[in-house]
């Protein structure tokens, strides 16, 4: 059967024909339409499986891991970053190992398209001495994801599926199992405390040597399946190019590309390599060139003088991969003296464009401007956090991004560092399950003083709109949690009148001045991408300027900042009504000559006309 499918789609597809009936995890891009898909196929074809987002990886991690200790087929699915969080859970995982297949999914990000770091996973998985596979297409990620299951459940471990996010989001023609006879497990739990609750030292220390045997039993399997039918393939040339993932592809174009002949293996489980045998096929070569992303996994493993890679900078060490860097360390290595047919991709300095914002009608915008509109950025510190309303770093209302949950913790370290200002911390309401609430707690527990305020639009907007507790449960009430943390706590519901929005914060300030804590300001609020609740919320008041008012002063291009708004050639502000959704909000307030005025021939359309 062949389908057209994205990456993701095809990993999912795969987590489906390898049996695993167990999924959990936590959103974030570019790994996120994983999950998702996978409860699509469920509910399409009515199947028998687990599929659920957790508060955070780690919980996400846990509850998968949990399933394949009682013998189901289960897998965990995140980013790069959201390993960190789940890293303590894994570093156990990978001495105790598990029953069941265990697939952890982590997608990469080289070139920090969408996140803080470009960390390669892949050295996280050499860290905690799991095999990792690496795949190069869609057709890889659905193909090696039912490989990194049997591997697994074969060897009782954790194995760890990398794609980047030129594999997730590309699409290719895939070729898909005929039929779809999935079969998921009974799971039973067999107590053995002396595995699953081995404690230090005398336990822990078996488990390590067990995996040690474990990671030399994988290497021959990796040899024997993966590595040596590649080098089988061999022609013998002078030059051999060990590839892993995206590499793959990017050699074999630049190689037709520039007529240079070499021998290319693809290394698909680039940890744990058979380094010996593998370093004994390069007495037929004069030179080996090792293409990786984004850090020398493959190269550190076989290292010799032959070897040539980001060690010896003869590749890039930074970025996502391009053909360029290939033809470089072609003509490095002295296998290509031609003419330069691939362009240095200039940095995004050079180039003009267009910073990403904060959606037309975003609630986020006004909550930012009513905050800088009492809490001045001379006498204020603004620490932000991880998701969409991280762009009201273009209205200057961030000061700093760190990682999920870092608002609160850094809020309470600048009121200590630096207690003459305000301290007015943002965070979303996911991330405030996912990591914001232990160091709330620590706040309320050491008295720092300062404003957090909670952006609860009860969506993960950021990441496709996945659903949070709050939405599926109304019982969890961000408002009642900060309560039972000891918080000083205040609601806000909002209202596009910019007036209103100022006015609470001004009162909330008053609080602050007299505050011995933290305070927590919940902000109710809506996405304007949330179809389910949109409607409600946006009165269809759409704005135009009067131009003779405009003195172009800047405060909405610069401090409300709505993508609509922009100069036109005469040097006077317009707002695009293409653009402009009808929220109302810029009516009042944001401009000091009151240039912004209701465009009333758009104000009465018909309810077929609003659709």
Known sequence: MKQTLMGNDAIAWGLIHANVDMVSGYPGTPSSEILGEVNKIKHALGLDLYAQWGTNEKVGFEVAYAGAMAGRRSAATMKQVGLNVAGDALMSAAYIGNLGAFVLVVADDPGFHSSQTEQDSRMFAKFAKIPVIDPSTPQDAYDYTKIAADISEHFQTPVMLRPVMRVCHARQIVELDDQTNFQPRKGEFKRETSRWAAVPRAGRLRQGYEQLDRIEAIKQYNWENLIQPEFDKCQGKKLLILTSGTGDGFVKEALEDLGVEADVVKCVMPYPLPEEQIKAQFEKYEKVLVVEETMPCIEEQIKTDKVYGKLSKTMHLIDEMQKVYIQEALTKLGFYQGENLYPVVPFKEEVAARPPNLCPGCPHRDIFYGIMKVFKKKKSIYPSDIGCYTLGINQGAIDTVLCMGASVSMASGFSIADPEKYVVATIGDSTFFHAGIPPLINAVYQQHKFMLVVLDNSVVAMTGRQKPPQRQYKEI???????????????????????????????????????????????????????????????????????????????????????????????????????????????????????????????????????
């Open 477 to 611: 009430d961000i408002k009642k949690i900060a309560e039972g943390c000891g918080a000083e706590t205040y609601e806000y519901v909002y209202t596009n009148n910019l007036e209103n929005t100022v006015a609470f914060f001004k009162d909330m300030k008053k609080k602050y001045d007299q505050a011995t804590g933290p305070i927590v300001v919940v902000v109710r609020e809506f996405c304007v991408l949330d179809k389910e609740v949109v409607d409600a919320h946006i009165p269809l008041e759409f704005a135009q300027v009067n131009g003779e008012d405009c003195v172009a002063c800047d405060q909405c291009t610069t401090v409300y900042k709505c993508p609509p708004m922009a100069y036109n050639e005469a040097g006077v502000v317009e707002i695009d009504p293409f653009l402009c959704i009808g929220c109302g909000a810029c009516l009042d307030v944001v401009c000091p000559t009151n240039a912004f005025v209701q465009d009333t021939s758009r104000g009465n359309m018909k309810d077929e006309d609003k659709k």
